[in-house]
């Protein structure tokens, strides 16, 4: 927890905000190391069901579709789709 805090200082110090997300990866990763597979799963289906709205919400929100340019939406569908096919 303290390693999340120090984390999120330092992103705050730098202004590079799009580390967030991946430090949230990388935490995720790092208590699944942790935890094997004694993880406290009523806990993690709690906190889950409370912060899913707000991580898709904040991640949808750094979303600029000003700089994005109209030649990918073809490929991101594309990705969208061969993952949910693959799912």
Same mark, same amino acid.
């Given at each position: 927890m303290t390693f999340l805090l !120090? =984390?999120?200082?330092?992103v705050e110090v730098t202004h590079y905000h799009e580390a967030l997300f991946v430090g949230t990866l990388c935490f995720a990763y790092v208590l699944? !190391? =942790?935890?094997?597979?004694?993880?406290?799963q009523k806990q993690i289906n709690y906190s889950l069901k409370f912060f899913k709205p707000f991580l898709f919400g904040t991640i949808g929100a750094a979303i600029n579709f000003d700089e994005m340019?109209?030649?990918?939406i073809p490929l991101a569908i594309l990705v969208i789709m061969s993952a949910l096919f693959v799912r």
């Open positions: !120090i =984390f999120i200082v330092i699944h !190391i =942790f935890w094997g597979q004694d993880k406290p340019e109209f030649s990918l």
